[in-house]
């Protein structure tokens, strides 16, 4: 079993930053395909950026070159660095893990974590 904690959430204004976290229990981190999840309200969970177990990686087209995800194995966490942010970034932010391959749909996912709220302000 794998428990998924998020962190890092908060309010940040247009073209301001944040970091997101996500501290992973369990000793198949290292195994996993790890990805960030986004549902805003009334909008479907969309897959943001995703990292393979090695070293594939994955990003929305509505993200490239703002946001990077990484992934520290010794310490089992997962990171987001979200740049030049946009309101329309505002939404839960969902850490999530997958023994298989990267795939967008979030019922390939097997591992999530509660979420983070990411507010961005005009």
């Known amino acids: 079993q794998v428990q998924l904690v998020e962190s890092g959430g908060g309010l940040v204004q247009a073209g301001g930053s944040l970091r997101l976290s996500c501290a992973a229990s369990?000793?198949?981190?290292?195994?996993?395909?790890m990805g960030w999840y986004r549902q805003a309200p009334g909008r479907e969970r969309e897959l943001v950026a995703a990292i393979s177990s090695n070293f594939n990686y994955y990003y929305a087209n509505s993200v490239k070159g703002r946001f990077t995800i990484s992934r520290n194995n010794a310490e089992n966490t997962l990171y987001l660095q979200m740049n030049n942010m946009k309101p329309e970034d505002t939404a839960m932010y969902y850490c999530a893990g997958t023994q298989g391959p990267i795939r967008t749909t979030p019922g390939s996912w097997g591992y999530w974590g509660q979420g983070t709220q990411v507010t961005v302000s005009s």
């Open positions: 369990g000793s198949i981190f290292t195994r996993n395909t």
